[in-house]
């Protein structure tokens, strides 16, 4: 039986959701436990990669297994298994051709910054600013970046070729939670690095060191040395994965949830 799982897990411990040689990634823990459940290795496949630093309220991934042990069996037994900081929310059956990867409809990723400088807690799930920012011109900023576009310039460098660059971002939302700043964004797919570069350009015009006409000139350059700015991992959330197409009406009740209540229900 092919089973679809939905983790939330802190990543500030790991090197990003990506099994590596020299270093720990949430997908090689995950397999382990699965290897000790089934009794034989297992590879699983998720939506998409999470870098280090990065943390995640829903991802997702697949993978084949015994329908004896079941929904129930997995949840259970998965959460038994991993440690505390990466916990299974869901455990359903899918159909064969079911893939957490090609299967996406959207993504919903949030970026978290705070001027809760003196919060010692902060550090590894925040990113901290020391200046207020004008929130409608990052508005005016969102509304450049939503559509479809060519996102070369806000991409890795060494991003691979051959990878489309053309990506749509449905919708981008920012609100404002006490003393909180949330940047919500849903789109079809997103670019590595895609989610915390826009974010520290939208963060850098908001502190008023470009402008609105400046970021549409990053944009449309479509180069990869184009946007000097990178804003830090530990902002950013993995919120939801879709495998519906994206619902502009009805995504205020079902996506655009508070990140922080979704944190604390993790």
């Known amino acids: 039986m092919r089973y679809k799982v939905t983790v939330a897990y802190d990543g500030h411990r790991y090197a990003g959701f990506q099994k590596q040689m020299n270093a720990n990634g949430i997908q090689s823990v995950i397999e382990r436990a699965l290897e000790k459940i089934m009794k034989q290795p297992v590879s699983i496949t998720a939506s998409g990669r999470t870098d280090a630093g990065v943390h995640a309220l829903g991802q997702v991934f697949h993978f084949d297994g015994p329908e004896t042990i079941g929904t129930r069996g997995f949840y259970q037994a998965l959460n038994t298994l991993l440690p505390k900081d990466i916990r299974i929310k869901k455990v ?28 010692p807690f902060v550090e590894h799930y925040k990113a901290v600013i020391w200046q207020n920012l004008d929130l409608e011109l990052m508005r005016q900023g969102s509304k450049v970046l939503e559509g479809q576009h060519d996102f070369t310039s806000f991409c890795n460098a060494q991003i691979d070729p051959r990878k489309p660059r053309v990506k749509t971002i449905f919708k981008i939302d920012i609100l404002e939670q006490g003393k909180d700043i949330v940047i919500s964004y849903f789109g079809n797919g997103f670019l590595r690095y895609q989610v915390r570069m826009m974010s520290a350009a939208l963060m850098a015009l908001g502190s008023h060191k470009i402008t609105v006409k400046q970021l549409e000139e990053i944009l449309e350059a479509k180069d990869k040395h184009a946007c000097r700015f990178n804003a830090p991992a530990q902002g950013l959330y993995l919120v939801k994965v879709g495998y519906k197409p994206f619902d502009f009406k009805g995504q205020n009740s079902d996506n655009n949830e508070a990140s922080l209540a979704k944190i604390e229900e993790v």
């Open 92 to 119: 359903e059956f899918a159909d064969d051709d079911f893939h957490a990867r090609f299967s996406v409809q959207y993504k919903h990723y949030d970026y978290i910054i705070t001027n809760e400088r003196d919060n």
